[in-house]
């Protein structure tokens, strides 16, 4: 069957320099895109992770066309640069004359929805992050130029509303695609506990500190990976915190291996107060972990109680969180590898390339 977009160009756009998960979300569907599309290029900013990857692997890329622009930190660069990065994607639209615009990540909504107007071409927005629900809900696609919202898990979706959309502006709701790899051999136990993502009040992370001080886990140890956000010192604040604490609590800094190093553990703990969808609850369910997260964290705990295929606590604080981690250590392993295995399967069948086709099919494919 010929593909519906035949003879056309799909045209991405990603901002993104590091290969975060909105990243790697979209690097899994690449393979896929080319197959339903005559000619796909995505746009990058000079230096994104993304482009050395795919050009250092084209076969598990598909032939995907890289375009450099001046889209990465625009939130830190000033007027003058979102104004030059407008007229760089309207020069590059005009030039590719793609079927349609999928931007990965929302925040260039509101740059890129007049160039689409203009020129009459449909877009499609990833909603990934909950700060720009506000923002893509305020946008309206026209006759010429649609507009398809694309929400990553039922709590991004209920957060912008039941409100009747306009005409030529529709949403839809696609979890990411994670393909998994092969079940890993256990590693010799590092700790109990591991903790991944940027170091930042958001995220959590001390109360998993504050938690090891409590009493009841006095024996017990956590490993967290990831660094800080440049001008925040939620980090240094985090290791002054832990230094009561000694060697029960290490900080392994930022890993490009933290997958390989993940099976050394049995819980990944994710103190988020909120994750669109929580990338590291798959990655710990691929490592043969269990995941604990927060009762109210959006995505993260969706995908949870969906699945069966981890733990919850239900108050944000520490004495909460220490509950849950305790009752974690008391479970058998038996108990541990069938909840982790709960979260592989459901993942197999929930995050696969067919779903995300199906709920996105007559939008990217």
């Known amino acids: ?171 839809h709701k696609a979890y990411d695609v994670y393909l998994l790899a ?39 140890s956590a490993h967290f990976y990831g660094a800080g956000v440049e001008g925040d010192d939620y980090a240094v604040q985090l290791k002054q915190q832990a230094q009561p604490l000694g060697d029960r609590i290490r900080f392994m800094g930022f890993r490009r291996d933290v997958s390989q190093r993940l099976p050394a553990y049995r819980f990944m703990v994710s103190t988020s107060r909120y994750e669109s969808l929580g990338r590291v609850v798959m990655e710990a369910w691929e490592a043969g972990l269990v995941p604990i997260v927060y009762g109210a964290s959006g995505g993260a705990v969706e995908i949870v109680r969906k699945s069966g295929g981890g733990l919850i606590f239900d108050d944000w604080s520490a004495e909460g969180l220490a509950r849950t981690l305790y009752a974690a250590l008391k479970m058998s392993d038996d108990d541990r590898r069938a909840m982790s295995a709960a979260g592989r399967t459901w993942t197999e069948r929930r995050l696969g390339l067919n779903e995300y086709r199906a709920a996105l099919s007559g939008v990217l494919f």
């Open 182 to 220: 092969p079940q890993p051999a256990p590693l010799p136990e590092e700790a109990p506990f591991a903790s991944v993502g940027r170091l930042s009040h958001g995220k959590g992370m001390h109360l998993l500190v504050e938690a090891l001080g409590q009493a009841v886990l006095i024996d017990s």
């Open 1 to 171: 069957m010929e593909p519906i977009f035949a003879k056309q160009t799909l045209m991405i756009v990603d901002p993104g320099l590091r290969l975060w998960g909105s990243e790697r979300a979209l690097a899994a569907t690449l393979k896929a895109l080319t197959v339903s599309w005559a000619r796909v290029v995505l746009v990058v900013p000079r230096g994104a992770e993304l482009a050395g990857e795919i050009r250092g692997d084209p076969d598990t890329y598909g032939p995907v066309e890289i375009v450099h622009a001046h889209i990465g930190n625009l939130h830190k660069r000033g007027r003058a640069a979102q104004i030059h990065a407008l007229f760089a994607l309207a020069v590059l639209t005009w030039k590719l004359r793609p079927g349609r615009i999928y931007l990965n990540q929302a925040g260039l909504g509101r740059l890129l929805l007049p160039v689409a107007r203009l020129l009459g071409v449909p877009l499609a927005l990833h909603v990934r992050i909950l700060e720009d629900v506000p923002r893509v809900t305020a946008l309206r696609g026209t006759a010429r130029a649609p507009l398809d919202l694309i929400f990553i898990s039922d709590a991004m979706e209920e957060a912008a509303g039941d409100a009747p959309l306009p005409a030529h502006t529709h949403r």
